[in-house]
């Protein structure tokens, strides 16, 4: 409160004494124009300085009481205008208070799941300092909960539509992947057909990473799960398969350690859109460096790339977009052209305890180093793998401990050939993993197998090999349409013993052509209507 000091002078001069003054020099003013002046004129001199004396007396009184009035008036509006500021000094004190102290523990229990009720009852009923707390912040502080309350509601389920887009996209690709390894399998020997699967892989892999960064944007954990440790080099070398210019990638250096089967697919996946990053944003001709070392608190990826350095700005501006990341970022911030590299990373790095830093390249880009921490790292055997064909994992599992729903799947089956009298061109072998290669076999003008080496061929060269193929098999069944020679009278030739036991080499045992015994009206189309009406 501002106190309201007496004006100078003590107390008030009473009337008297301040009239006194005026009403003397106005009297001996008049006495002395009386005595100047002569005598029939000394009455209506008087007479005139009396009145002027009365007036002056009176005029003086009348200003002395509107001084005095004035004065009053004016301590009265001193002492209201202290009281205001008073009040506005408490309101902006209460208001400071609600800002800086009610308002963000009020969040905090709001994102902890508690009503706008349950906050205002925890947060000012029960705390001394704040029950004084006026009616009108109150009544704001309600209302600001209850705005808050329904955008939580709101951006939250916003998130979980999301996340559950993503989970289903997952799906389809978990199961894109697994028909496509069957397809591997059973094409692997077939050159072409292989290599437009691995090209398909590839391209389901890249489906498969947006959907897990659009799932760990939206607060989920990545899709999949592996259920062995897998050794560090094959972690990086799986996240190179999920982008794009992965011939690019080098790696240097990778210590020799294995990452639990739980840490996988994160490690993967944050090293994959660094990855991204350092391609997508350097000349397409350079290299991106990846070396792995042990430090004191884990492994430590760095990650570095020839592309433009980051100036103070940019480092800022990401260094920013990963703090956000990290402390929950909402999916509204991303904008209309959102960068989803650094925020996933950021993400990623909150749940599993990593450490992200960029700095300047010694090749004049940008080094990432991502430090992975010794909780994600296993000392044990690592039979698991995370690249190369036979690398495969499992859909991860809900919040609700049940498997991620997949669409049902349609059962591969083989056809059954219909094999003809005369030698095959092509064997059929069984596909097996033993290696990444694909090998044919071929057959010899005997009907002999033989291996063709593992010597990478032109796509002109295997169109070439096919149609000599195709037309040797034209020729060969010309020539046993045409009809057999009569036998001859002499003896057996040398080598007929031997026919019976190649035609049961080379052609089906239930083939009725090998048999003499069986009948010869049986056609091939016959054997096939049969087979069409055994698989119906």
């Known amino acids: 409160m501002v106190s309201v000091q007496s004006p100078p002078g003590g107390r008030e001069v009473p009337y008297a004494r301040v009239l006194l003054l005026p009403a003397m020099l106005m009297a001996a003013a008049t006495g002395a124009a009386v005595a100047a002046v002569t005598e029939p004129a000394r009455t209506a001199v008087g007479w005139c300085g009396a009145v002027a004396t009365l007036m002056v007396i009176l005029v003086g009184a009348e200003a002395v009481r509107r001084g005095r009035t004035i004065r009053g008036q004016r301590a009265q509006y001193a002492q209201r205008l202290a009281q205001l500021e008073g009040r506005i000094a408490s309101h902006d004190h209460e208001t400071i208070r609600l800002g800086q102290e009610i308002l963000p523990e009020a969040f905090w229990r709001l994102r902890q799941g508690e009503s706008p009720v349950e906050v205002i009852r925890n947060v000012v009923d029960k705390d001394e300092a704040y029950r004084d707390l006026p009616h009108a912040h109150r009544e704001l502080l ?40 069957e397809m591997e399998e059973f094409h692997g020997r077939n050159p072409e057909v292989f290599d437009d699967l691995l090209r398909i892989d590839h391209g389901t892999a890249l489906i498969g990473r947006l959907a897990d960064s659009i799932a760990v944007l939206g607060g989920a954990r990545p899709g999949r799960q592996w259920p062995k440790p897998v050794p560090l080099y094959s972690v990086l070398r799986g996240a190179m398969s999920r982008i794009l210019d992965y011939p690019r990638v080098e790696l240097h250096s990778i210590a020799n350690v294995a990452i639990k089967g739980t840490s996988v697919e994160p490690l993967i996946h944050a090293c994959a859109e660094l990855l991204d990053n350092a391609t997508r944003y350097s000349p397409p001709h350079t290299k991106v460096h990846v070396t792995a070392v042990e430090v004191q608190t884990g492994i430590a990826v760095e990650i570095e790339d020839g592309g433009v350095s980051l100036s103070e700005e940019a480092r800022a501006r990401a260094e920013r977009m990963l703090a956000q990341a990290q402390a929950g970022i909402d999916l509204n911030d991303l904008g209309e052209t959102p960068r989803l590299g650094m925020a996933v990373v950021g993400r990623l790095s909150q749940m599993y305890n990593m450490q992200i ?31 190369g064909i036979g690398a495969s994992a499992v ?90 020679a009569p036998p001859k009278k002499e003896g057996a030739e040398p080598g007929l013993w031997i026919e019976a036991f190649m035609k049961g080499v080379k052609g089906d045992p239930n083939d009725p052509a090998g048999d003499p015994s069986a009948p010869q009206g049986t056609t091939r189309n016959d054997h096939g209507k049969a087979d069409e009406e055994g698989w119906q």
Request: charged residues 30%.
């Open 395 to 484: 859909p991860r599992v809900d919040n609700g401990g049940r498997l991620i729903e997949e669409p049902a799947r349609n059962i591969r089956r083989k056809k059954p050939r219909v094999v003809t009298a005369g030698p095959p061109l092509r064997s059929q072998p069984t596909a097996t993993m033993e290696d990444d290669v694909p090998e044919v076999t071929e057959w010899t003008e005997n009907g002999l197998p033989q291996r063709r080496s593992r010597v990478t061929m032109s796509l002109k060269e295997r169109y070439a090999l096919e149609a000599e193929a195709q037309r040797a098999a034209e020729a060969h069944a010309a020539a046993t349409a045409q009809p057999p």
């Open 142 to 181: 309600r209302s600001i909960l209850d705005t808050l309350d329904r955008e939580e509601s709101m951006r939250e389920s916003a998130q979980r539509a999301f996340v559950n887009i993503a989970r289903r996209v997952q799906s389809i690709v978990h199961q894109q992947a697994a028909e496509l390894r």
């Open 357 to 387: 830093s960029l700095r300047q390249s010694a090749y004049g880009g940008v080094r990432a180093v991502l430090i992975v921490p010794r909780d994600m790292m296993t000392t044990g055997p690592a039979p698991g793998l995370a690249h």
